[in-house]
């Protein structure tokens, strides 16, 4: 974390800095030699809506398998790819990739679900995001409909006029845009109103101090409330528990991403359940919340 601090501060280091920054260092000639390795893979989580029980969005998600660490989180390798740029070519990867399996399981039924990618700042500053999306749907053969990308609250706070508008135009083509891990930022919530967005989600960590806390629970009822007058779209995420199933419920929350329902799996894992019809034994939870 050391690299993001603000300009003019001072860093002291530490020996585990040290560390930590060999770590980084090391790791972003890993990401350059696992990228043509092939060690990366994307895993798939279902979003579902509540009411009808149906997968309404699996949003992609990387994974990197390194021959010798085993797996890499993406929230450690991540922002590493993207101070080196790396983050380019991966996320060309992730969105070809997503797309291609999205178009595979449209063809096979699933005509309602639609695949989300998360797509980071510094694609956001470096791409023409129009053609790159684009290029994608040609390729890939997918309709618009069953794309959407996900931006964080934060980068999109501090989006310029040029990417806002880049991204209502994939809006105008049909593309679903989604502000990811709303509540982390610092945005207010009269920002909503003026956001190029079609979906919000809300940070797993809110959900969770609402299970627990009074005034978290009134917090994210407002949310709930307020993004349903804006017409946005409602995604929780992390939902672990019944009681925090229950308690979104109450909130007439539509949809529900997490551990309760599913945990990312790979296409191949899910083309089991998906075509099996077993998809309420995949779910942890055991309740049959997510049954096709
Ligand atoms: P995110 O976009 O908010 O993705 C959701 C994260 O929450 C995933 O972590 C997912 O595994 C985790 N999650 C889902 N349900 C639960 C739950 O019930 N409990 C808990 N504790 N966690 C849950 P993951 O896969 O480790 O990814 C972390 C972050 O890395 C993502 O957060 C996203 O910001 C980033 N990321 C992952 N893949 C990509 C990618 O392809 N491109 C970019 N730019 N970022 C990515
Ligand atoms: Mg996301
Ligand atoms: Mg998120
Ligand atoms: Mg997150």
Redesign the pocket.
Known sequence: KAKSDGKGTFRVYLPEMGREVRRQHYLSNEIRRAVNDSEFS??F?PIIEIASNQIAYF?????WHHPHEGQI???EF?PI??ETRQ?LP??DY?LYE?MQQMEQWNRAGLRKARVS????S??LKQLALREWVEQALQKTKLPPSCLMI?I?ESYLMEATGDIIAQIDALRQMGVKVAI??FGTGYSSLSSLASLPIDVL?I??SFVNKASSGKKYRRILASIVALAKELDLTIVA????TAEELELLKSMKCQYI?????S??QTSKRLNHTLFNKRLSQVANSGTGVWSE
Do not use: C, Y
């Open positions: 994307l895993e989580q949003e992609a998600l990387l994974r989180s993406p929230g991540i790819a993207e983050i991966l996320g992730v997503a990618v998360n797509v980071s510094v694609q996900e964080t990811d891990d989600k940070d797993r995420e992390g939902v672990e991403q997490g551990f309760l329902i945990r990312p």
